[in-house]
């Protein structure tokens, strides 16, 4: 049986899946979240949108490189118990936004997935000094 920081860190991996999928690469965002997982969140003034995170994977086949020439991401928290948790991941210069990505994990037939992920826009990026 994996120890809790067995746990932690297969659950850091995860979400370093995200962080590098996120910008184009289907193959790491396939391999990070479960199937059947879901998205919610809002860009912008936009209404906030919801869907299957299939929709989310296909759009970044399509538009890949996202990520802004200062793009950054820091994993702020992850907090486990069992087969269940969070991660918490902070994001700079994504599509000109800041963002705070919300993620509910589940080890799943013994890997861990993500099966949620919320997110907050937290304004445009600030320009580097």
Request: glycine share 12%; aromatic share 10%.
């Amino acid at each position: 049986m994996p120890s809790l920081l067995d746990d932690l860190n297969d659950v850091r991996e995860l979400i370093q899946l995200y962080i590098e999928g996120s910008n184009g690469d289907v193959g790491k965002l396939e391999a990070a979240f479960h199937a059947e997982a879901r998205m919610f969140g809002r860009l912008g003034d936009n209404p906030t949108s919801s869907g299957p995170i299939g929709d989310f994977i296909e759009w970044i086949g399509q538009t890949p490189g996202n990520a802004g020439p200062n793009y950054r991401a820091d994993i702020r928290e992850i907090d486990i118990s069992g087969d269940a948790g969070v991660a918490i991941l902070v994001e700079t210069d994504y599509l000109g936004h800041d963002f705070v990505d919300y993620f509910s994990v589940a080890r799943i037939d013994g890997e861990w997935k993500i099966t949620n992920k919320t997110y907050a826009d937290m304004g445009v990026t600030q320009p580097a000094a």
